[in-house]
């Protein structure tokens, strides 16, 4: 079968490259292509139906997202466009050739005011652009698909691109003291368990399953952003990639101010993906040890 990921250089598709080239038994199965934005720009329809023509593709993966929480409260429009107008550009594509979509969305769709992990059926109420035109991006995907994965993660964090472990890391390399904030919750997922977890996907789908759905995938326990940091710090120094733990401090979101505001609690229950597809979960620590090891040789 042609899979076709959406994105090839962003977090989620590099990971999901690593695997593919690690594993012989997943291209004996598929042909998977990925197609950068410079190839494919899911905000143009004329572009996604090129695209499509070129691969016929059998299942489509989208990793591609408009991701600069902050930056989307200026930029609103270029948010839309990919995170909305995007996927509804690629759903109609995907309607047209009656083919399945998988397409990875977010915690922030939710208002963060659960006191415990939000469930895929729980109300959306987004706080923020990017959270807005996520949950929009899913309307889409619903109107025009009836095969489709939704799957919302969080807190992604890879050897790849920038994301939260690796500010941490250099933020630690410049300063000997800083705050992090203590007051918003949730769950840290590793890229790469979540592409194995999409490779089982579509495998699954290949072989004739058809569990269609919004679904939840982010690591298995909770912290707040300072535990987080805590423990990327803890790695980073006895694997000697920064020469001394740095003074850190839990502090309020109120102190650390942000264009885009932040749900207070986003963790995200998984029971739903692990019962319908039987994808693996995702340890973040261990996925945390692996980013550390990967910076301390790079």
């Known amino acids: 079968m042609n899979i076709l990921v959406i994105g090839k250089y962003g977090q989620l598709a590099s990971c999901l490259r690593d695997v593919i080239s690690m594993q012989t038994e997943i291209t004996d199965k598929h042909v998977w292509h990925f197609a950068p ?10 572009s996604v139906q090129q695209a499509f023509a070129k691969f016929s593709p059998d299942i489509v993966v989208n990793t591609a997202a ?19 107008l995007g996927c509804k550009n690629v759903a109609i594509a995907c309607a047209n050739l009656n083919i399945p979509l998988i397409h ?17 059926g729980d ?9 807005l035109s996520k949950y929009l991006g899913e309307q889409e995907v619903m109107t025009y698909l009836s095969q489709f994965v939704i799957i919302r993660t969080a807190w992604v964090f890879s050897e790849y691109g920038n994301n939260f472990v690796r500010s941490m890391i250099n933020l630690a390399q410049q300063k000997r003291q800083f705050g992090v904030v203590n007051d918003q919750i949730g769950n840290p997922t590793y890229a790469g368990d979540l592409a194995l977890s999409i490779v ?8 004739g399953t058809k569990k269609w759905g919004i ?6 326990t909770s912290v707040s952003w300072y535990e987080f940091a805590k423990e990327i710090f803890a790695l980073a120094e ?33 029971d739903k993906i692990f019962e319908r597809w039987r994808v693996r979960p995702s340890d973040w620590k261990r996925g945390l040890l692996k980013v550390i090891r990967h910076q301390q040789s790079s």
Do not use: W
């Open 66 to 84: 408009y991701t600069q929480v902050d930056k989307a409260e200026e930029e609103i429009e270029q948010a839309i466009a990919v995170n909305q």
């Open 37 to 46: 934005s410079k190839e494919l720009n899911i905000s143009e329809r004329k």
């Open 104 to 120: 990875i969305s977010t915690d922030y769709v939710f208002s963060g005011d659960n006191q415990s992990p939000y469930s895929p």
């Open 200 to 207: 089982d996907i579509v495998d699954a789908i290949s072989s």
């Open 215 to 220: 679904f939840h995938y982010n690591g298995a």
């Open 123 to 131: 109300k959306t109420c987004p706080k923020n652009v990017y959270g």
């Open 238 to 270: 006895q694997n000697a990639v920064i020469d001394e733990y740095p003074d850190i401090s839990p502090i309020g979101t109120e102190d650390y101010p942000t264009l885009a505001k932040r749900p207070n609690f986003s963790a995200m229950c998984n």
